[in-house]
Each structure stands twice: as structure tokens, then as C-alpha cells.
């Protein structure tokens, strides 16, 4: 799945019902997400990794959505010549 399609995807399911929370509501679950996943590295299972990254990525792409940025463009734009500073793939930044 490209991010586009996921971000799609998120926004088919959860947009009307995020929006509706409003920005500030949704970062707040964001971040509430981010703790989740931070108590999962500290654990270090797999299966609890993999789901708390796929939350993390949903609530960040539905902050985008409800930002009106388009994550794949987003991203091809910062990171698509390399690292933003010296443009470097590996980064060669001292």
C-alpha cells in the first residue's frame, strides 16, 4: 500500500468522526498514541510494536488529512533528494 492510498484509507474510516473532534482533540489522541507505543519499545514484542506503529501512523495521517497535506507529497518534497541538510543518502551531516 502506497501513503497515499493508506491516507485515503484512514480518511474513508475516520475523517468524519476526527473531524468532529476538531485538531485539537485529534493531536491529543496522537499523543496519547506516541505514549503507547513508547510503553511497547520499552517492552520490545513485536506484535504490540507492529499494532502501536500502525495506531501512531493512522492518527499522524489523520492529522494531515484534517491539515490538508498530503503525506506522500510531504514527504517526497523533505526526503526525496535525501537527507534535508546535506542532501545525502546515508546522511553525512557531522
Known amino acids: 500500500m502506497q501513503i497515499h492510498e493508506f491516507q485515503q484509507l484512514i480518511r474513508d474510516i475516520y475523517f468524519e468522526r476526527d473531524s468532529g473532534r476538531g485538531l485539537h482533540g485529534t ?3 496522537f ?3 506516541v505514549g503507547e507505543l513508547t510503553r511497547a519499545l520499552r517492552r520490545n514484542r513485536r506484535e504490540e510494536l507492529e499494532g502501536e ?3 501512531v501512523l493512522a492518527w499522524l ?3 494531515a488529512s484534517m491539515s490538508g497535506i498530503d503525506l506522500e507529497q510531504a514527504a517526497a518534497r ?3 533528494q535525501g537527507c534535508p541538510r546535506c542532501r545525502s ?3 553525512a551531516c557531522p
Open 31 to 33: 499523543c496519547e498514541e
Open 89 to 91: 543518502v546515508p546522511c
Open 78 to 80: 523533505k526526503y526525496g
Open 53 to 55: 506503529f500502525a495506531d
Open 61 to 63: 495521517t489523520t492529522l
Open 27 to 29: 493531536h491529543m489522541w
